[in-house]
Each structure stands twice: as C-alpha cells, then as structure tokens.
T-cell receptor, first 120, second 115 residues
C-alpha cells in the first residue's frame, strides 16, 4: 500500500519570503501522479500543482514549484514570494497511474497535511 | 466560484433523523467522490462513483447511503448517525476515475453536526 508522509505539521513564513513544504511517499509502483492541494480556512480544496512520475522536469505553476526526487521518493513544494492568501493547510497526495496495473478508481492517498501561516 | 456545488453548507441533525447531502457538477465529469474530513486531518475517501456506478465503498457504515441519480448529481443519505460522524463532508468530481492525471475538483463541503 502507498503511504504519504508530511513531516511538518505547521510551517510559517514572512510575506514575500520563500517556504518549502516537505512530502515523502512510499510506493512500489513506477506509474503514478503526485499532487499538492491547498485548503484555506474557507474549506474548498484547490489543486496547486501536479507532477507525473515519468517526467523528470519539475512542475511549475507561477509562484509554486516542486522538487521531485523520484529515487528518494520526495516531492516538496516551494512557494516563492509568499502572500497572505497562501495561508492554508497543504496536502500532498499520491494517485496510481493507469499503467500500474488494476484500477484505483481515482483513489487519492493524502498526507497528514501542513498548516502554513503567512506573517505580514 | 466553485464548480462543484454542495448543499446544504451546514446541517445539524439528531441521531434519529434522516437527511441527505447533495452534490452537483456540470463539468461533464464521469467520476464523483464522497469524502469525510475531521478538523485538521486529511480527507478520508468514503465512496467513488464511476459512470454512475458505485466503484468503491471504503467499508463505510450502512447508515451512510450514497446515490448517483445521474452523471451530474450525487447524494449522500444519512440515517441514525452517531456523534462521531460529525465532520466536514466533501464531494469531488474528476473527468474519469481512470485518468490519473486529471485532478479532482472539490466542493466547499457540508459541515455536519450530530446532536
């Protein structure tokens, strides 16, 4: 079974600074996808960024980028130029790919989450 | 604006009541999901519907009964709930349950309190 570990229950950053959230995962599969979701206090879970395991290039979405280290099974999220609106709980998630055998029916395995506080 | 709409936003019910949660999406997605989320915890998958058929039931107690009347609508019928069932219930949808790259789109959730 796959597991996802976020070792930082809470992190804080000053506005305009950079922060990195850690995520490691354990899997024996070679085909999978990784996601970072953000859940602000308003509750709606929003996709921040995603990464295909077969791609070596790290995904980037504006101020958000990942450091994907497949051999180390690490998938950290870097937020640059932090803004007050980035304050939220961040979840790392794993999803089996279609070539991993069988079907996962879209099942996401989430980490425990990291609460990010942004100080003005 | 959220593309997955959940109603009601808040629900308080007694342990003997029967109520339903509703979820609607008009993105043409063919997979829909129910999650339960406790405070400061990750969502826990309850059910997955793929092409209007129940594909996954994560050993959820029978007091929770899902229903997918059509591809746009997902209901969760509640009966004889327990206090520990108080939580945020999230609905999500995705293009296809087997398209792993496609993200799940979440609704705002229903905050459920059991008295």
């Amino acid at each position: 079974a796959q597991t996802v570990t976020q070792s930082q229950p809470e992190m804080s950053v000053q506005e305009a600074e950079t922060v990195t959230l850690s995520c490691t995962y354990d899997t024996s599969e070679s085909d999978y996808y990784l996601f970072w979701y953000k859940q602000p206090p308003s509750r709606q879970m929003i996709l921040v960024i995603r990464q295909e395991a077969y791609k070596q290039q790290n995904a980037t979405e504006n101020r958000f980028s990942v450091n994907f280290q497949k051999a180390a099974k690490s998938f950290s999220l870097k937020i640059s130029d932090s803004q007050l609106g980035d304050a939220a709980m961040y979840f790392c998630a794993y999803r089996r790919g279609p070539n991993a055998g069988g079907t996962s029916y879209g099942k996401l395995t989430f980490g425990q989450g990291t609460i990010l506080t942004v100080h003005p | 604006d959220t593309e997955v709409t959940q109603t009601p936003k808040h629900l308080v019910m007694g342990m003997t009541n029967k109520k339903s949660l509703k979820c609607e999406q008009h993105m043409g997605h063919r997979a829909m999901y129910w999650y339960k989320q406790k405070a400061k915890k990750p969502p826990e998958l309850m059910f997955v519907y793929s092409y209007e058929k129940l594909s996954i039931n994560e050993s959820v107690p029978s007091r929770f009964s899902p229903e997918c009347p059509n591809s746009s609508l997902l209901n969760l019928h509640l009966h004889a709930l327990q206090p520990e069932d108080s939580a945020l219930y999230l609905c999500a949808s995705s293009q296809d349950a087997d398209e792993a790259y496609q993200p799940q789109h979440f609704g705002d959730g229903t905050r459920l309190s059991i008295l």
